[in-house]
């Protein structure tokens, strides 16, 4: 979809760096946790896996942070989380049912 020329414009690219840091962050555990098990206990490796996978960690949970409680651009509250349960997988603010890549002010609300 082409925001562009929404007002929401740098709100929603924002989000897409976001949830874009946090796909990378995902696959690149699961690579390294998929390497470590093709390899035998032997190998290098398998026993200095942990080494990388501390920081992918970190940044796995910082990215999913930040992607869970990225603000919404209408109402400036979590996106995607309310209270303690969020939801990425969420079309609309669970807050004020801005949907997710709206180019305009006004529109359906409620969550």
């Excluded at 924002?14 to 690149?28: D, E, K, P």
């Excluded at 992918?56 to 400036?76: D, E, I, K, N, Q």
């Amino acid at each position: 979809m082409d925001v562009s020329s929404s007002p929401y414009a740098a709100a929603w690219q924002t989000y897409r760096q976001r949830r874009n840091a946090f796909i990378g962050a995902v696959a690149s555990f699961a690579g390294l946790l998929g390497l470590v098990a093709l390899f035998p206990s032997g190998n290098l490796l398998a026993a200095y896996w942990w080494v990388a996978a501390v920081p992918l960690f970190v940044w796995f949970v910082v990215a999913g942070f930040r992607l869970t409680y990225w603000r919404c651009p209408s109402c400036g509250k979590a996106f995607f989380a309310r209270l303690l349960v969020g939801n990425l997988f969420a079309r609309r603010c669970l807050h004020c049912g801005l949907r997710k890549w709206s180019k305009l002010e006004s529109g359906a609300r409620g969550a």
